[in-house]
């Protein structure tokens, strides 16, 4: 008689999670971070048809890595939860903070209940009325939800793309510079680097000023006009940094 095939429950849970975080690992990286006019969402993405960024609400966007069809379901899904709630109630009663919890227990049902886990990572975020009013929620595989500052990496090399991405990071930068800053850190996925330009990104931003639907993506000729300038700030910074290193070297030589 053959004995019952029998794995304890963290071995269960550690290969849910070593499953989920190789299909993740598959695919390109996304940033989101503050520049000084909102925030600014940037994902590596050679596809025209299946965007990685999009329009939650109003104030509030979606940035997804991973599997699309499964992200896809999670982004119509917050789509609806958003819409029914704002229309039974108030629009500015949805926030980055309702949907990101909403998200966590979809994601977190799923990896507890479900033979397979969703192979995804998303950020919500909320733009406010000022820097420190805005919101950034990552929601992992798994369901755990972490409210980040500032900025976040996401994605099979999120450690390398964050740790790029802080090196550059400003808060009050322009657009062009807080761009600069997202390439810089894109390029830096570990398993290759490379030259990003806008057929192989995605860009869209929360942008504060804007009325009502603050939702913006920028692509075409923007989108190419935008990178010019980012290269140029980009190289600005650099001569102004080894410039800086020349005149700090001729002082300590005298």
């Known amino acids: 008689m053959s004995m019952p095939f029998y794995v304890s429950p963290e071995q269960s849970m550690k290969d849910k999670a070593d499953y989920a975080r190789k299909g993740i690992a598959r695919g390109r990286s996304a940033v989101v971070l503050q520049y000084d006019g909102g925030i600014l969402l ?24 991973g599997r699309g069809n499964e992200f896809e379901n999670l982004r119509l ?37 479900s033979n397979k886990p969703w192979e995804v990572e998303i950020v919500v975020a909320e733009v406010g009325d000022d820097a420190d009013s805005d919101q950034i929620y ?76 603050k939702f913006r993506r920028i692509r075409g000729a923007r989108l190419e006009r935008l990178i010019e300038e980012a290269r140029a ?5 650099s001569s102004g940094s080894e410039g800086s290193s020349n005149g700090n070297g001729a002082e300590s030589g005298a």
Do not use: C
């Open 42 to 65: 940037v994902a590596d993405n050679m596809s025209r048809t299946l965007h990685k960024i999009s329009e939650l609400y109003d104030r509030v966007a979606f940035a997804a890595v």
């Open 77 to 113: 899904g917050g789509v609806r939860y958003a819409d029914a709630h704002g229309y039974a109630y108030d629009r500015r009663d949805v926030t980055g903070r309702m949907l990101a919890n909403a998200y966590a227990q979809t994601l977190g049902t799923v990896f507890s209940e």
């Open 138 to 213: 990552r929601i992992t595989f798994d369901g755990s939800v972490a409210d980040e500052k500032g900025l976040v990496g996401m994605g099979g090399s999120a450690e390398a793309v964050t740790n790029a991405l802080k090196e550059r990071f400003d808060p009050a930068a322009p657009l062009s510079e807080a761009l600069s800053a997202a390439m810089y850190a894109l390029s830096h996925e570990q398993h290759e680097r490379r030259e990003l330009d806008a057929a192989n990104l995605e860009v869209a931003i929360l942008e504060r000023a804007r009325e009502h639907r």
């Open 233 to 237: 700030a980009d190289s600005s910074s």
